[in-house]
């Protein structure tokens, strides 16, 4: 059985490389992609996904609040965020929304 999962990140080209990088893997299912807080919800009603690979920085309103109201409809969705923020305050924050884990995704740094 796959995990059907549900991209949310507003920038394109990120859900891009996260399809690349997932649609390749055999017990995974991308069933479909949002770029706000407002699309993922209505996109988890429609498709049902298990798991929610979620940003934290969306246009609408924070990963965080859109977490929240995804839980308080669908609990037995699982939310991973990945994200950028590395602080403690968002690992927090989202585990508080209902987030079951929390992967910060590290920028290649340019060396001074």
Known sequence: MKTRLLLVDDHAVVRSGLR?????????????????????????????????????GLPDKSGIEATRDIKAKFPEVAIVALTIHEDEEYFFKMLEAGASGYVPSALPRKNC
């Open 20 to 56: 690349m990088l997932l649609g390749t893997e055999s017990d995974v299912e991308i069933i479909g992609e949002a770029g706000t807080a407002a699309e993922a919800l209505v996109s988890t009603a429609d498709l049902k996904p298990d798991v929610i690979l979620m940003d934290i």
